[in-house]
């Protein structure tokens, strides 16, 4: 579905992402991960046309997107959330799903309809007339995978959906992308828990300033020593 072919870009003298290669299939669902600072945002923003790259090129569904701007990347299927959830404070949580959806349905009755299915599916129908700005960090977070789901993405890219949410939050939302996975939605997730990456993901991609040093299984990878020193320095590699 996805191929990212030598993809670069820099800051001035700093290559915040450096001639990173990798594809996806239909189906997977991929976890990215990597130190603070390894390029791991900066990376999603070239794949959805939020940067544009300095070298490398991206296609999607056989089609190269590079340089396309991001809602045309939506309206194809490619779709993200971010790591700083940013909603329409004023708007209710059903108006902020509404919104999103009328991306891809032509009326507003449509776009409710699906927007209510949304917040049944996702745990929020209680909220629905609350402001958006009412809300705790974790029920934002889920708006904002609503939000997404309302574009009806082919494959759906996660920045952080699970930072900072309680047990009972984080436990809710895994259930839910487990959920959305067994029906056959494509995932990529950005992640800093490592019992959720090793629970959810069947493959994983490692960056390390910029660049790309793994990509496996989870369990592989957490052995490899070039990941264990990127994450806890050379002194504790075997």
């Given at each position: 579905?996805?191929?990212?072919?030598?993809?670069?870009?820099?800051?001035?003298?700093?290559?915040?992402?450096?001639?990173?290669?990798?594809?996806?299939?239909?189906?997977?669902?991929?976890g990215?991960?990597?130190?603070?600072?390894?390029?791991?945002t900066t990376l999603f923003n070239l794949v959805t046309g939020f940067l544009q790259p300095d070298a490398g090129r991206v296609r999607f569904l056989g089609r190269d997107i590079t340089g396309w701007a991001p809602h045309r990347v939506a309206r194809l299927?490619?779709?993200?959330?971010?790591?700083?959830?940013?909603?329409?404070?004023?708007?209710?949580?059903?108006?902020?799903?509404?919104?999103?959806?009328?991306?891809k349905v032509p009326s507003l009755a449509e776009a409710e309809d699906l927007a209510w299915e949304l917040l049944e599916d996702t745990g929020l129908s209680?909220?629905?007339h609350l402001e958006a700005r009412s809300l705790p960090v974790g029920l934002r977070k889920r708006m904002e995978i609503a939000r997404a789901l309302a574009v009806r993405p082919r494959m759906l890219m996660l920045d952080e959906a699970l930072a900072g949410l309680n047990p009972t939050e984080l436990?809710?939302?895994?259930?839910l992308l487990e959920?959305?996975?067994?029906?056959?939605?494509?995932?990529?997730?950005?992640e800093h828990i490592m019992a959720?990456?090793?629970?959810?993901?069947?493959?994983?991609?490692?960056?390390?300033?910029?660049?790309?040093?793994?990509?496996?299984?989870?369990e592989q990878v957490g052995h490899d020593?070039?990941?264990?020193?990127?994450?806890?320095?050379?002194?504790?590699v075997a």
């Open positions: 579905m996805l191929e990212v072919d030598r993809l670069t870009k820099r800051f001035g003298g700093l290559v915040a992402v450096d001639n990173v290669t990798f594809s996806i299939g239909e189906g997977e669902l991929v990215i991960i990597g130190p603070n600072g390894a390029g791991k299927g490619l779709v993200r959330t971010f790591q700083l959830v940013r909603p329409f404070q004023n708007l209710s949580v059903l108006d902020n799903v509404k919104a999103a959806a009328l991306v209680r909220y629905a436990a809710e939302t895994l259930g959920r959305l996975h067994s029906r056959g939605l494509t995932l990529i997730l950005i959720v990456i090793m629970r959810l993901c069947r493959r994983v991609i490692v960056l390390h300033q910029g660049r790309k040093i793994a990509d496996g299984p989870p020593p070039n990941v264990i020193e990127a994450y806890l320095g050379e002194e504790f």
